[in-house]
């Protein structure tokens, strides 16, 4: 019995750890302002629990904001 409640455990792990997806990219945010935009609201709030997308968001949202700046 403890043999399979471990083999459920894991294949419950392995499922859970392959259906999450990996962070959306730079290039991503840049493409899509509204997915930015929804993601920079939730970091903000704490509400988005991927940091590398929040910190990929963040930093391209200064990139535009620079490139605007210098008329670019």
């Not at 899509?32 to 920079?40: K, Q």
């Not at 939730?42 to 008329?71: I, M, P």
């Amino acid at each position: 019995m403890r043999r399979a409640t471990a083999y459920i455990l894991v294949a419950v792990l392995l499922a859970v750890t392959a259906c999450s997806q990996a962070p959306r990219g730079k290039d991503y945010f840049e493409r899509h302002p509204g997915e930015r935009a929804t993601v920079l609201k939730a970091c903000a709030d704490g509400t988005h629990g991927n940091q590398q997308e929040c910190a990929n968001a963040a930093d391209v949202d200064v990139l535009l904001k620079a490139r605007r700046s210098f008329g670019r």
